[in-house]
Every structure is written in structure tokens, then in C-alpha cells.
């Protein structure tokens, strides 16, 4: 390899070395990319998990004195923060917690539906 690189020109070994740095930056984006989705991912799943533990509890399962489900406010109410910029750069993260929350929500209100068909056929 150095006789190779000894043997080119001033030019090759620049257009070579600038190849190589767009390279490298390509692969630092992809590598950010790769970094935020994943940690959307998580931070999803986290907020599900946290929504299943509310909805375990009794006394957290409802906003007291009503039939409103305690994770589908809270979510709600994270994810209004985010859209509203009041989470000082860590609104993604915030955003995707709460959509975590939501989902379980959606998810519980769309099985008791369906249950509730299946009784009734």
C-alpha cells in the first residue's frame, strides 16, 4: 500500500483523501441517524412500559374522581409540552416517551372494543 500511495500524484492523493473524509462524514451522519431512531425506539417502549405500570395500580389507573385513563393524560400532556418547545431540547425524547404512553392507550381502548364485539356476536 505505501509503494501504492508513493507513486501517486499530489492530486490523486488529494481527490483520494477528500473521498475519504466524505466517507468518513457519510458514516458519522448514518451512525447519528442510527443513534436517534433507536433511542426513539426505546424511549417508546419505555413509555408504554410506563402507561402498563399506571394502569396496574388501582388508585393511578383514572384521573381521580373520574373514568378518564391517567396514562392517555399524562401522554397527552407530554406530548403537548414537546410540540410546544417546553422541554429545553429534549423534545424528540419527551415526544416519543409519550408516544410509547399513547399507544398503550390506544391499545387497551381498542381490545376492550373488541372484546365487547366478540361478547356480543
Known sequence: MSDEVA???????A??????????RRV??????VGRIGTAGILSAA???AAGALASYENLRFVPGTTIPMDLVIG?????GAALDMFDGANDQVSAFAGGMLAF?????IQTIMIARAKAA
Not at 76 to 80: H, I, K, R, V
Open 15 to 24: 481527490r483520494r483523501y477528500e473521498t475519504m473524509r466524505a466517507s468518513l
Open 47 to 49: 413509555g408504554g412500559a
Open 7 to 13: 507513486a501517486l500524484s499530489k492530486t490523486a492523493l
Open 28 to 33: 458519522r451522519e448514518e451512525t447519528k441517524n
Open 76 to 80: 397527552s400532556a407530554l406530548l403537548t
Open 105 to 109: 392507550a390506544a391499545g387497551r381502548e
